[in-house]
Structures are given as structure tokens and as C-alpha cells.
């Protein structure tokens, strides 16, 4: 089986990816698996800028095919915030359950109509001696009033799916995987792949 590594200590993106690539015949490793100890600073203004450095970082430090993944959640009645600081929205722990809750909070006074958020993510694919490729994927959703749902990770149990009713922590991997950010995105890479050769 063909191997990628993906650029990424997060087990729920780790996760994600691993269904998204078995069909097309993949099998991904991550940091986790080969270096937890590899940290590469974001310190960029935009998921573009993130999700470069981190696929060319370790790229070159493994000079093998990489994939890296920067995404986060934009909601509309906080000018766009969490956005790129959305892994340490509510500290430098990384905290999932702390960051969800900090947004819940902030959007207390907010009304169902002004709830508005979308998912992004920046994918780049980073090949030792070429031109790295970077392909963008959305999700758009609702914030919800509390979390529902124990699946996926991040900010999924308050992230609703109008179009399917459920948050998108009360998707199968399955489900969120045809409707995700990051499926969107990888479809987009896989079509600009498809299109160079
Ligand atoms: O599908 C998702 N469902 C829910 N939440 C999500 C999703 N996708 C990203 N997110 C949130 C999690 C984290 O708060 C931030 C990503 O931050 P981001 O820097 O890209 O990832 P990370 O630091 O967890 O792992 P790494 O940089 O090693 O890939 O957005
Ligand atoms: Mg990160």
C-alpha cells in the first residue's frame, strides 16, 4: 500500500484522513507516528500561510511527499473569529471543550439568524523538488446554543448541519467525510492532481 504522511499531531484529523485516503488507495502516517516532538510554529496571518510551512517543514525534514492540513472555525458574528487562532482560541492547552464553550459564550446575546460559521481548511501538499500545490475546502453551518453529539473533534458538537439536522459531532466519520472542509478541500486537490498529469 502507497504511504503519505500527513503533517499533523491531531488524532481526530489523523482519523479523518485515514478513511479519506484508503479510497484511493493510501495508507497515512502522521507525526504521531514518527516524531511527536517536531513542532512547527504557526505564527502565519492565514490558514494558507500555516498549512505551507507546516507541509514544507516537515517535508524537508523527511524529504518524502507531505501533506499538511491548517483549518479552523469562522464565525460571522465575531468578524470571522476563531479563524486561525481556532486550536488555541481559549489558551495555549489546545483545549477543544474550553475553546467550543468560549465561543458558546460569546455569542450568548447572538439570535439564531446571526449564527452563522463556516469550516476551512487549507490543504497543502508539499513534494520534495516541486512547486507545492495548496487547494481550500468550506463547510457552512450554524452555532448551536449548547454541544450535541460525542463523534468527531474540535469544535464539532456545536458546529449544526442545516441540510442534515444534526450537529456534526452526531455524524458518522462517513457522513462528515461527504460534507467536511477538508473532504472538500482534498477533492479539490485530488482534481488539480488529476488535471497535471
Ligand atoms: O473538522 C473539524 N471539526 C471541528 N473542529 C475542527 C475541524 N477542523 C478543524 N477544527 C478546529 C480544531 C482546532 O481547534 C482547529 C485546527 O487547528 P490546526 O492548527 O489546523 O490543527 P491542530 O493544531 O489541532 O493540529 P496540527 O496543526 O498538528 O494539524 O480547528
Ligand atoms: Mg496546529
Known amino acids: 500500500m502507497k504511504e503519505l504522511l500527513i503533517a499533523t499531531k ?6 479523518e484522513f485515514e478513511v479519506l485516503f484508503a479510497q484511493f488507495g493510501y495508507q ?9 516532538s517536531i513542532d512547527v510554529e504557526e505564527n502565519g ?9 507546516k507541509a514544507e517543514t516537515i517535508a524537508k525534514i523527511f524529504n518524502i511527499p507531505t501533506l499538511a492540513d491548517d483549518s479552523g472555525l469562522i464565525v460571522d458574528a465575531l468578524d470571522g473569529r476563531p479563524g486561525v487562532f481556532s486550536a488555541r482560541y481559549a489558551g495555549e492547552g489546545k483545549d477543544d471543550n474550553a475553546n467550543l464553550e468560549k465561543v458558546l459564550e460569546e455569542l ?17 501538499l ?7 500545490i495548496i487547494v481550500d475546502g ?4 450554524i452555532i448551536t446554543k449548547e454541544p450535541r453529539g460525542e463523534e468527531g473533534f474540535g469544535y464539532d458538537p456545536i458546529m449544526y448541519i442545516p441540510s442534515l439536522g444534526k450537529t456534526m459531532a452526531q455524524l458518522t466519520k462517513q457522513e462528515k467525510n461527504k460534507i467536511s472542509h477538508r473532504a472538500n478541500a482534498l477533492n479539490k486537490l485530488q482534481e488539480r ?4 498529469v
Not at 109 to 124: P, Q, T, Y
Not at 126 to 132: S, Y
Request: glycine share 8%.
Open 10 to 15: 491531531n488524532k481526530g484529523k489523523v482519523r
Open 28 to 36: 497515512v502516517k502522521s507525526l504521531l507516528d514518527l516524531d511527536e
Open 45 to 53: 496571518v492565514t490558514f494558507r500561510e500555516n498549512a505551507v510551512k
Open 108 to 124: 450568548e446575546d447572538v439570535s439564531e439568524s446571526k449564527r452563522g460559521a463556516r469550516f476551512h481548511c487549507s490543504l497543502a
Open 126 to 132: 508539499a513534494i520534495p523538488g516541486e512547486e507545492t
Open 138 to 141: 468550506t463547510c457552512e453551518g
Open 193 to 196: 492532481l488529476a488535471s497535471s
